[in-house]
């Protein structure tokens, strides 16, 4: 069974500060993405990795991926109030049926 | 071009009663699936269609049907409502899983049932 881990399930940080958000998938894969989602409202697109070494940067948000370790990166450099949200990543486990699987989710609260 | 859209946005039920939601794209993915969100787990799939006239099951599908006989609309029904299926549900459409493309969500239904 496919598992994937996100780490922290909640991070509240200063605005200013640096920190990553972990993304750990238990079998091989070589597609992830990654979404925010604002309170009560739908999943919006960040970032898709299709490959081992794949970097994607918006903003203060840079994501990667590790194929051999089976681990997504999401860090965020001098974070501000606007980036509270909570973030997924999900894994295409194309090879077993189309499916995304997604991970719990990162709640994160910037303070100012 | 509206995206994703879903019907209805919100939804009480009373144990035992049926309803279907109905999602809807404008952007001529062939794949579409539906998802429900739980706190502090994620999205988990409930039943997915790679094409008109195609279903198949995902994660979590049992308690629930689906039918695509429009490319452009993908129906979720629930039979018997259960307690256990109050969740928020999302629709989303998108490309062949594996060719890299991402999904596009709606802006979810929240269903509870009494």
């Known amino acids: 069974e496919l598992k994937v881990e996100q780490n922290p399930l909640f991070l509240s940080m200063q605005e200013g500060k640096n920190y990553t958000i972990y993304c750990n998938y238990s079998?091989?894969?070589?597609?992830l993405y990654w979404y925010r989602q604002d309170p009560g409202k739908s999943l919006e697109s960040l970032f898709v990795?299709?490959?081992?070494?794949a970097v994607k940067q918006e903003g203060r948000l840079m994501a990667s991926l590790d194929t051999k370790a089976r681990l997504s990166t999401l860090h965020i450099t001098a974070a501000v109030h606007d980036l509270s949200a909570t973030y997924f990543c999900?894994?295409?486990?194309?090879?077993?049926?189309?499916?995304?699987?997604f991970g719990a989710g990162t709640i994160l609260r910037v303070k100012s | 071009n509206a995206g994703v859209t879903q019907t209805p946005k919100f939804r009480v039920l009373k144990t035992g009663q049926s309803m279907t939601l109905l999602c809807a794209q404008d952007?001529?993915?062939?794949?579409m699936y539906w998802y429900r969100q739980d706190p502090g787990m994620g999205l988990r799939l409930i039943h997915y269609?790679?094409?008109?006239?195609?279903?198949a099951k995902g994660e979590v599908p049992d308690g629930y049907n689906v039918s695509r006989l429009k490319k452009q609309n993908f129906l979720l029904g629930l039979e018997s409502a259960a307690p256990s299926q109050t969740s928020v549900y999302f629709c989303a459409a998108g490309e062949l899983a594996g060719a890299g493309d991402t999904q596009y969500f709606g802006p979810g239904t929240r269903l509870t049932v009494l």
């Open positions: 990795l299709l490959s081992n070494g």
């Open positions: 079998t091989t894969s070589d597609r």
């Open positions: 952007m001529n993915h062939e794949y």
């Open positions: 999900a894994v295409d486990m194309w090879e077993y049926g189309n499916k995304l699987v």
């Open positions: 269609s790679v094409g008109e006239g195609t279903t």
